[in-house]
């Protein structure tokens, strides 16, 4: 069926290191895609979203691109800080269904 | 400037008896959506609502699972007759419209069932 995926579990980085995080998906009427976090105990946080009809959206320290020839989406953040640990979700969305659907999330882990 | 409001945070049952999980909104949202999460998993779709219609509801369980979201007070998703199974995190999100994508989470209830 279709799916979102992440190629790591977990990743490990350095403080003040650029970090990213990468999400496959399979749905090619995907056309809005979107990055949480979230960190343990509470609800997923948006960080960021882009659209079909984009290739790169920059926000806050973070930067997501996507590449609809092989199905990728990437987010990367940088200087990378402990209040980033956390794990981070991809999510996709069709368009003409309201439901996300969510990939299996990657673990960020901050070292100093 | 209250976001999603979920409660319980917290909700221990006993297998058979009843769970209900409470949603409200953000200020201004009608849309309402429920996810489920299994530990060091990403979350799954059960239901979208609006104001007293189910719009979506193709990852509900068919048996024991309900969800409602009245004119007036929060939605609302019950369990009848829980199982272990139904352990989990579940997680409201809600939206503007339905052509607003973007969705905020509540903080989750964890239901546990001994």
């Known amino acids: 069926g279709e799916s979102v995926g992440l190629h790591l579990p977990t990743l490990s980085v350095q403080e003040g290191d650029n970090s990213i995080i990468n999400c496959a998906y399979s749905n090619s009427a995907s056309d809005y895609f979107i990055w949480y976090k979230q960190e343990s105990g509470k609800g997923p946080q948006f960080i960021i979203d882009i659209r079909s009809n984009m290739d790169k959206r920059q926000g806050q320290r973070v930067t997501v691109l996507l590449n609809k020839t092989v199905k990728h989406l990437s987010l990367q953040i940088a200087a990378t800080q402990p209040g980033d640990s956390a794990v981070y979700f991809c999510a996709e969305n069709t368009g003409t269904a309201s439901k996300l659907t969510f990939g299996t999330g990657t673990r960020l882990q901050v070292t100093l | 400037n209250a976001g999603v409001m979920q409660n319980p945070r917290h909700l221990v049952r006993r297998r058979g008896q009843e769970a209900r999980l409470r949603c409200s909104p953000m200020?201004?949202?009608?849309?309402v959506y429920w996810y489920r999460q299994l530990p060091e998993e990403g979350l799954k779709f059960m239901v979208y609502?609006?104001?007293?219609?189910?719009?979506?509801e193709s990852g509900m369980p068919k048996e024991r699972f309900s969800a409602e979201f009245p004119k007036e007070g929060p939605s609302i998703l019950r369990i009848q007759q829980v199982v272990r199974g139904d352990s989990a995190a579940y997680f409201c999100?809600?939206?503007?419209?339905?052509?607003?994508?973007?969705?905020?989470f509540g903080p989750g209830t964890r239901l546990t069932v001994t």
């Open positions: 200020k201004g949202h009608s849309h």
């Open positions: 609502l609006q104001k007293e219609n189910i719009i979506d």
């Open positions: 999100a809600s939206s503007r419209g339905a052509v607003t994508y973007e969705q905020y």
